[in-house]
């Protein structure tokens, strides 16, 4: 088993570590009713800031904090899925900078939190309301987003292409998530495929759980325009469990998910209750 976990693990890193390594498709700023784009902030170095290029007036931004594929420090690996979210009107804090180098760690999205915590509501980030923050990633973004599960800030856990490396981690990790949280896999072609399965099973019976997988294998639909059809969940996920958005929540409590190819299973959804933002 270890030797098992030991290559899985070389995998899934190495899937991605070569410089230039892209995970982005075309993007003209995402598809939703706010054109996005990204920028930085000098008050947080390392990181690489999505948001609606106008936001009107009154409109309020929750917030995802992002880790990426192979933990590398590109804060613009994902644009097009960053900006497809963004455009629905999602404030994203991604570790890295953008076209950035190097590797990142969980603490990058601890910084994240905090400095959100302390700038929303203020100047520049007036829309951003940091009483509603997820953590995501893919991959190995998405085991720093489980590194998330215990921030009394965070209130929901999204794992795209990931899941625990080890039996024992999912045993010490998962079993212990008590926050709503949605796998979006790549189906058994995926590398992290048995491993979100795995961690999905050994969740504790009462959290609120969603799984999904789209046979298209570990790099999901990134390449394509908008991030296709995990831009288009990820986009309903956040708006459901961070926006209260009832017609985002029937993506996955209905019958829209399946209609567009995801495998379904879930569990206890009717206990995410959000009010509408
Ligand atoms: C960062 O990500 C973008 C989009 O996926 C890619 O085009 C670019 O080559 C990456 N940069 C580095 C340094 O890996
Ligand atoms: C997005 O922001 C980058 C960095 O500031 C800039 O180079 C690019 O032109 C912008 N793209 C759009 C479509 O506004
Ligand atoms: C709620 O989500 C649906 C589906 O994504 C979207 O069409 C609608 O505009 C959203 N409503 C609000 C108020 O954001």
Redesign the pocket.
């Known amino acids: 088993m270890k030797w098992i976990a030991l290559i899985t693990a070389a995998l899934v890193t190495r899937a991605a570590v070569a410089q230039g390594f892209s995970n982005s498709g075309p993007s003209?700023?995402g598809s939703g009713p706010y054109?996005a784009?990204?920028?930085t902030d000098s008050t947080l170095t390392g990181h690489t800031l999505f948001a609606p290029?106008q936001i009107p007036d009154g409109l309020k931004l929750p917030v995802l904090v992002w880790g990426e594929g192979g933990c590398q420090a590109n804060g613009t690996m994902f644009l097009s899925l960053l900006n497809e979210i963004a455009s629905y009107g999602i404030f994203i804090i991604a570790s890295g900078d953008?076209g950035g180098t190097g590797q990142t760690t969980s603490k990058m999205m601890t910084d994240a939190i905090n400095w959100v915590s302390q700038n929303a509501g203020k100047g520049k980030y007036v829309n951003v309301d940091a009483t509603r923050i997820a953590a995501a990633g893919q991959s190995c973004g998405g085991l720093e987003a489980y590194d998330m599960k215990d921030d009394a800030r965070i209130s929901a856990l999204g794992i795209f292409n990931s899941g625990q490396m080890t039996e024992a981690a999912s045993k010490q990790i998962a079993s212990t998530i008590t926050k709503p949280i949605f796998f979006f896999l790549g189906g058994s072609s995926d590398i992290a495929y048995a491993n979100g399965e795995r961690d999905y099973k050994l969740l504790p019976t009462d959290t609120p759980s969603w799984k999904g997988n789209l046979p298209v294998g570990h790099s999901g639909t990134y390449m394509e325009t908008d991030a296709g059809k995990f831009g288009v969940a990820a986009v309903r996920f956040l708006q459901w469990t961070l926006g209260g958005n009832v017609t985002a929540a029937e993506y996955f409590t209905g019958p829209s998910a399946t209609t567009d190819g995801w495998s379904v299973e879930s569990k206890n959804l009717n206990k995410i209750k959000v009010t509408s933002l």
């Open positions: 003209n700023g054109l784009n990204y920028s290029k953008p």
